[in-house]
């Protein structure tokens, strides 16, 4: 087989390949006799017919076709790796010439991995946030957690309050009708939490047990269901009950009920450890973010189109996915956007193609550092993802076996980010 290789603009490569007239003739032989597997011609069994008989049934052209479809995947494949070249994309193939006892010759233009020219990737200046806990910060943890484990305690005579956790029937009515989905029976509702539009649960504020009040709200502009945004409506709510939180006094036994620890001191200073340590996150993951856009604005690479619709297909489907959750389709987003789905991807390309040059320039310092993933470091995430399975980890590396790839990027990932910030200088 003969392969030459053009190189076009944007990382794109047109290769010409010359398949041997003898695989050409292997090829058609397999595909007729495949296709005799499956053709009825009278007087011969399936598979017995004379391959001229066969050919005069089906036509040599479709056997051809047939031939093709083997060849084509294989020698593609061949070409590609005798071509020292990285697909990103499907080829847009055109035959040149094919025939029974005649060479294969195609064309296949295909979009590829671009080449990175790395700018300066160490000695970056990185802010370094300080990380000091106040003791405003521990007693607001505290605080936290007096409110977490309260105990709720029925108000039977008083007013509900700010933070009180309250059982209420509503029904809402615009413009004298029903709103559909607005009302329901025995809500329970903290007050302040926001959970409601704004200004309902302010007004509950101030009722008694047993009342019934009229409240009246706006529902915002930018409500979810267009046929509500920004208009006002009624709800009748009833007050069934008030509950309030009683909050436990900080000392030791506080401690010992909320916590492994036997004093308030000892409690105390562990969330200060923990504070410390979220904030040392925070920072370092500031400071991975700060050197990771510096390196890649310092990168230069022509990036396919290709590549960033494939990402913007990929961006869209995790989007989907969050949509789930708030149960919303991707078609009623769009709706209440007013967008079309190709607006949405023309908005999403920007992003995508920041994503894509990001993994490129990872990839290519971690490959000119010689940054890789040792066995060690393969059989210790294995040994994670065993746990959080909680499987053998002999059953997960059957259940890995096709993905190894994957979590080696990842492990190649996470360490070459680590090595940028550890090559930067923190200020």
Do not use: C, W
């Not at 009278?42 to 001229?52: E, I, L, Q």
């Not at 436990?248 to 010992?256: G, I, Q, S, T, W």
């Not at 940054?371 to 040994?383: F, R």
């Amino acid at each position: 087989m003969k392969v030459t290789k053009e190189t076009l603009e944007k990382s794109r490569v047109e290769l010409t390949v010359e398949v041997e007239a003898e695989e050409v003739s292997k090829a058609y032989e397999k595909a007729y006799k495949k296709i005799a597997q499956k053709v009825v011609i009278p007087g011969f069994r399936k598979g017995k017919a004379p391959r001229v008989l066969v050919e005069r049934h089906v036509g040599k052209e479709y056997i051809l076709e047939e031939a093709l479809e083997e060849l084509l995947p294989e020698s593609y494949v061949k070409a590609v790796n005798e071509a020292g070249i990285e697909p990103v994309d499907k080829p847009e193939v055109s035959l040149v010439s094919y025939g029974i006892n005649e060479p294969l010759v195609y064309k296949a233009v295909v979009d590829v991995k671009p080449e990175v020219e790395l700018g300066q990737y160490t000695g970056l200046e990185v802010t370094k946030m300080p990380v000091e806990v106040t003791d405003e910060e521990v007693e607001k943890e505290l605080t936290y957690l007096q409110n977490r484990y309260a105990k709720l305690i029925t108000v039977e005579d008083g007013e509900a309050k700010l933070g009180d956790m309250v059982v209420i029937d509503f029904a809402g009515k615009m413009n004298g009708e029903p709103i559909e989905g607005g009302s329901a029976d025995n809500y329970r509702l903290e007050l302040g939490s926001k959970v409601f539009i704004p200004g309902f649960e302010e007004q509950i504020v101030g009722m008694k047990p047993g009342e019934t009040r009229d409240i009246n709200v706006t529902f915002p502009e930018d409500y979810q269901k267009e046929d509500l945004a920004g208009k006002p409506a009624v709800f009748t709510v009833t007050l069934k009950e008030i509950k309030r939180k009683e909050l436990a006094p900080l000392d030791d036994e506080f401690a010992k009920d909320v916590s492994e620890f036997s004093t308030l001191a000892e409690l105390k200073e562990d969330l200060k450890k923990k504070i410390a340590q979220a904030k040392e996150n925070i920072s370092r993951e500031k400071m991975e973010a700060e050197v990771i856009e510096k390196v890649v604005d310092n990168a230069n690479v022509e990036i396919p189109v290709s590549m960033v619709n494939h990402e913007v297909d990929h961006i869209l489907h995790h989007f989907e996915e969050e949509l789930k959750y708030r149960r919303l389709t991707l078609e009623q987003y769009l709706e209440y956007q007013k967008k079309t789905l190709d607006e949405l991807k023309e908005e999403l390309k920007p992003r995508a193609e920041r994503n894509v040059k990001t993994e490129l320039v990872l990839e290519a310092i971690a490959k000119k550092e010689g940054i890789t993933a040792t066995d060690e470091e393969l059989d210790k995430e294995l040994g994670k993802i065993a746990e959080l399975y909680q499987q053998p980890v002999e059953e997960i590396k059957k259940l890995f076996a096709q993905r190894m790839d994957d979590i080696a990027y990842s492990i190649v990932r996470r360490k070459t980010i680590d090595f940028l910030v550890e090559n930067a200088k923190a200020v």
